[in-house]
C-alpha cells in the first residue's frame, strides 16, 4: 500500500471524540469472512482442528466457514483461554491436529477472526473450593512468608506464616519441606484472581 493509493474499506468503528473512524480492508476484500463472522454469537459453541501453535496462541482451522487469507485458521485461543490451570506450555494442553470444541468470544475486526475459549467449554475447578474446606496437598514451594501447597491439578494455595503452626515459626523450614504431605483449610478463595488462602493452623484436630 501507498501513500496516495485509493482504497475500498468498511468502517467498523468511530471514535467521536477524536474524530477517528477505523477501518477494514478484510471486510471489503473478504466479504464471505467478514460476514460469517458477523455473525457469529458470544456464548456459540465452534468446533475444527488446531493448525498452528505460536508462543501467544494457537490457530483453529474452522469446521464451518471460509478459510482466513493469512492466517492457518480462523478461529485463535490465546493462552490464558487454553486452560483453568497454569500451563508450562501450550503442548501440554493441545497438539497440533487435534479436534477441539471452543466457545466464542468476540469478532476480531483487526486480525478478521474468531476469539475462542477451550477452557469456557470445561469446569472451572475453582468452583469447588470453599471456605472452611479441609484439603490433602504437597509443599510445592517455600518463601519468607509462607508455603504454596498444591491442592488440584494445576491449582496452589498459600499458607502464610503465621498460619504454618499452632505456634509462631520464624520461617516455613522451622516446619515443613517441599515435597511435604499436609492437611490444609481453605480461609479464603479470590475467583477473580484465582487465588486460596490456607491455613494449616487451624486444621481440626480430627482431620490430622
Same mark, same amino acid.
Given at each position: ?73 480462523? *478461529?485463535?485461543?490465546?493462552?490464558? +483461554? /487454553? ?8 503442548? &501440554? %494442553? $493441545?497438539?497440533? !491436529? ?58 496452589? *494455595?498459600?499458607?502464610?506464616?503465621? +498460619? /504454618? ?8 523450614? &522451622? %516446619? $515443613?519441606?517441599? !515435597? ?29
Amino acid at each position: 500500500m501507498k501513500v496516495g493509493q485509493r482504497i475500498i474499506a468498511e468502517v467498523i468503528a468511530v471514535d467521536l471524540d477524536e474524530g477517528h473512524a477505523r477501518l477494514s480492508m478484510t471486510a471489503t476484500e473478504n466479504p464471505e469472512l467478514w460476514a460469517f463472522l458477523k455473525s457469529r454469537h458470544r456464548g456459540e459453541i465452534l468446533s475444527g482442528t488446531i493448525t498452528a501453535i505460536e508462543r501467544f496462541g494457537v490457530f483453529v482451522a474452522l469446521d464451518d466457514g471460509p478459510d482466513h487469507p493469512v492466517f492457518p485458521g480462523v *478461529g485463535f485461543i490465546a493462552i490464558p +483461554e /487454553l486452560s483453568w490451570r497454569h500451563i508450562e506450555a501450550v503442548s &501440554d %494442553v $493441545v497438539q497440533v !491436529g487435534q479436534r477441539v470444541s471452543c466457545e466464542f468470544l468476540q469478532f476480531d475486526t483487526w486480525n478478521g477472526e474468531a476469539r475462542l475459549s477451550l477452557k469456557a467449554t470445561r469446569p472451572d475447578p475453582f468452583q469447588a473450593f470453599a471456605v472452611g474446606q479441609t484439603l490433602q496437598g504437597q509443599v510445592t514451594k517455600l518463601v519468607p512468608f509462607g508455603v504454596f501447597v498444591q491442592v488440584a491439578d494445576g491449582i496452589e *494455595g498459600l499458607v502464610h506464616l503465621q +498460619e /504454618l503452626a499452632s505456634t509462631p515459626v520464624a520461617t516455613p523450614q &522451622d %516446619v $515443613v519441606e517441599a !515435597g511435604d504431605e499436609v492437611t490444609v483449610v481453605v480461609t479464603e478463595v479470590d475467583r477473580v484472581r484465582r487465588r486460596l488462602a490456607l491455613s494449616r493452623r487451624q486444621v481440626s484436630p480430627d482431620s490430622r
